[in-house]
């Protein structure tokens, strides 16, 4: 089956790329870091090929009690054999991971030419770009597709003559819902291989070499939106290659007090707490590991901590034995600037480019830290720094200790160039940088952490500095055909000033969609004129807001809630500069009476970070939070961020509030609440009526209904 290609084509745009990217690097020049060696019996090799989701490989992995280590693609094989034999560990098998890149291409990451030889003679499991690079090593063609493949879909497992599936596929269902995100595709099948399964738009999506051990998969087994993908990794790592799985999270703990104790010796660590359940449980196994005497607890107000943040903080540290240094840091951080490659920044009350905002108050923990360090009469250079930083973090910043090699999907306050150099001369402890966010409660519960640090929900280091929607001006780029792109695909309406052919396109990508309009349209789409991140593909995109409304006033138990979240997995298939498609209730505040309609928006009001935006996202937060205890959603809602948005909705100067519900378990990929199911219609009822009638300002609150991908956990 052919597709059709999307109407609006946007790549990816990268925002800047590393200068440690291993890229371009020869195997023989890759050093192999004892740092990266897992003391284990059996590993798995992960090589990264610059996906996001390396480390979610890394973890499922893990979970399944197999010891994994990452390495970039061209790392000297070889001589990792030797290393990890000399240690008495053995490497049982090789998985590729997914990238940005094309196989055909210039940029195309290099690997070791020993990876598909006889020499190396491990099972090989290659996903999304993996698969690609084993099909196109043997002979095979890889092409791009008219049409990428973003998104959930189903693939169709296929049988042999004998009706045998692949043993990748054992005891599993015919049809198998997974996660795809591919614009280049297999076109050829390379000789001594077969295709194990398609996708429900025909394209192969799943090949095996038996007789050689060589397994791929175009889609992402490693994620939660593949429902079965644990599953076939454990007929990976156990039936085909063979593995005992007896790796625990109790060897992890361990070699998490050893390293920490290997670094430290006798010194003191100094340990930047936000209150969150990473920082704390990364205070509490310092604390284990070296003593709490030794443990300097340091809590930075910046000024966009959450509503009463600083004295939850204090609460929760107090179980720890520890002492809590509480720096009000605020007026120093909205006036600080940093130096980006050569580039003094603007202050940071004034800048509006969110990836600055991060660099700067980044940058501006370390050196607020190190003031502390100083008044306590240390000296810094024998003083460690210890963070609560998780991989996510690093694979989002595309950090060198996880690979280099990934995509810069967004800078993590605690992985700035200054962290990085921190890191680089050794002064910097994170215990926590090979785990994820479940991972982590998992850990903080055997250190004997309450539930209330536990599950509290994950607040970012910046704070509320990333979840103000910072603008002088509305985004217009390509504005009018957007707007008439998503106007026709959602009302067909005919009166569309689109050109014929257009109208055509669209129309047969809804069918390829199985995206049907309604019968009789009561949701209409609005273009809003700001940007949010989003990850497509492999790769960053800042792209548009798309909005959602009912033209019939509906209350929200009578919105057509599936039908939104079909709109909202489709439209950015169709449009690529739409990266996040959000619900506006019809509930508006007092006194006023805000009709949304589908004419174009075309203004903002101007906003930075100024404290009169700060206190009115503080109190929308904290309504929203109070609402989440209420309502007992605290454990089955991953991540709540609410934002404050530009968009006035015809009152001057007023903004609008967006909420994100998230539901993970690996905080890589993840899916909207879907209300009247995973949160209630009366929760959020009031959490809306609370918003518009007790916070100042406000003209209309928004629901996301975005999965990740396309759109980015945080909307900066």
């Not at 994994?68 to 030797?82: F, M, Y």
């Not at 009166?495 to 069918?511: A, F, G």
Request: aromatic fraction near 6%; proline fraction near 4%.
């Amino acid at each position: 089956m052919t597709l059709t290609s999307p109407v609006i084509k946007t790549p990816p745009l990268n925002s800047e790329i590393r200068l440690e990217s291993n890229l371009t690097i020869e195997s023989s020049e890759i050093e192999i870091n004892e740092k990266d060696i897992v003391n284990a019996s059996e590993v798995i090799v992960i090589l990264d090929a610059g996906s996001q989701y390396s480390k979610v490989i890394d973890r499922r992995v893990r979970e399944l009690n197999v010891a994994s280590e990452i390495h970039p693609l061209n790392i000297d094989l070889l001589e990792l054999i030797k290393i990890k034999s000399k240690s008495g560990s053995t490497i049982k098998g090789i998985i590729i991971s997914g990238g940005p890149e094309s196989v055909y291409g210039e940029n195309a990451p290099k690997f070791d030419k020993s990876l598909f030889s006889d020499k190396l003679n491990l099972p090989i499991f290659g996903i999304c770009y993996g698969m690609q690079l084993m099909n196109y090593i043997f002979g095979g063609k890889v092409e791009s597709n008219l049409q990428r493949e973003d998104g959930v879909h189903n693939i169709e497992i296929l049988k042999d003559e004998n009706q045998i599936v692949s043993k990748l596929f054992k005891n599993l269902n015919q049809t198998e819902q997974v996660l795809l995100t591919h614009g280049d595709s297999v076109t050829k099948i390379a000789d001594g291989f077969k295709i194990i399964c398609k996708s429900d738009d025909g394209i192969v999506s799943g090949i095996e070499n038996e007789r050689l051990g060589y397994y791929g998969v175009q889609f992402h087994p490693e994620v939660d939106l593949t429902t079965n993908g644990k599953k076939m990794f454990s007929n990976f790592l156990i039936d085909i290659c063979g593995c005992s799985a007896d790796y625990t999270l109790d060897d992890r703990e361990q070699q998490a007090i050893t390293y920490i104790k290997s670094i430290v010796s006798n010194k003191k660590v100094l340990v930047l707490v936000s209150g969150g359940v990473d920082s704390t449980v990364c205070a509490a196994l310092i604390s284990k590991a070296i003593g709490p005497e030794n443990v300097i607890a340091l809590h930075i107000d910046n000024g966009f901590m959450r509503k009463d943040e600083s004295l939850n903080v204090e609460k929760a540290l107090s179980v720890l034995g520890l002492h809590l240094i509480v720096v009000d840091a605020s007026e120093t951080f909205y006036n600080s600037t940093t130096t980006i490659k050569g580039h003094l920044t603007l202050s940071l009350k004034e800048t509006i480019s969110p990836e600055e905002r991060r660099k700067i108050i980044g940058d501006t923990f370390m050196r607020v830290a190190e003031n502390e360090v100083k008044k306590l009469g240390l000296k810094p250079e024998d003083v460690y720094l210890a963070q609560g930083t998780l991989r996510p973090d690093l694979i989002e910043s595309s950090s060198k200790t996880v690979s280099g090699v990934a995509d810069v999907i967004k800078t993590h306050h605690n992985d700035t160039e200054l962290v990085r150099i921190l890191r680089d001369s050794g002064r910097v402890v994170e215990p926590l940088k090979d785990y994820h966010k479940d991972e982590v409660r998992e850990l903080g519960k055997s250190l004997g952490l309450s539930d209330s640090l536990v599950w509290r929900q994950p607040f970012p280091g910046p704070g509320l500095a990333i979840r103000i929607i910072c603008a002088d001006e509305p985004y217009l780029l390509n504005y009018d055909f957007t707007n008439n792109v998503v106007q026709y695909l959602v009302t067909g309406d005919s009166s569309s000033e689109l050109d014929s052919q257009v109208k055509i396109k669209i129309d047969k990508q809804l069918t390829e969609m199985k995206c049907k309009r309604q019968d009789k349209i009561t949701i209409k789409p609005v273009l809003l004129p700001i940007q949010t991140v989003g990850v497509q593909g492999d790769g960053r995109t800042y792209s548009y807001l798309l909005g959602l409304y009912s033209s019939e006033n509906s209350t929200i138990d009578q919105i057509p809630w599936s039908y939104i979240f079909n709109l909202a997995r489709t439209i950015p298939k169709i449009c690529h500069n739409i990266n996040r498609v959000v619900f506006i209730f019809s509930q508006n505040a007092k006194d006023t009476n805000i009709k949304v309609s589908n004419e174009p928006i075309k203004h903002i009001t101007p906003t930075r970070l100024t404290p009169d935006v700060i206190k009115q996202l503080q109190h929308a937060d904290s309504i929203v939070s109070e609402q989440l205890y209420k309502y007992n959603l605290i454990k089955s809602l991953s991540q709540v961020p609410v934002v404050s948005l530009p968009i006035d909705f015809g009152v001057t100067g007023n903004r609008s509030i967006a909420i994100r519900t998230f539901i993970t378990n690996d905080f890589m990929t993840g899916v909207p609440a879907i209300p009247g199911k995973n949160i209630s219609f009366d929760c959020l009822q009031e959490i809306t009526n609370n918003i518009l009638t007790s916070v100042n300002g406000i003209s209309k609150v928004l629901f996301d209904c975005t999965s990740k991908p396309p759109g980015t956990t945080e909307f900066l």
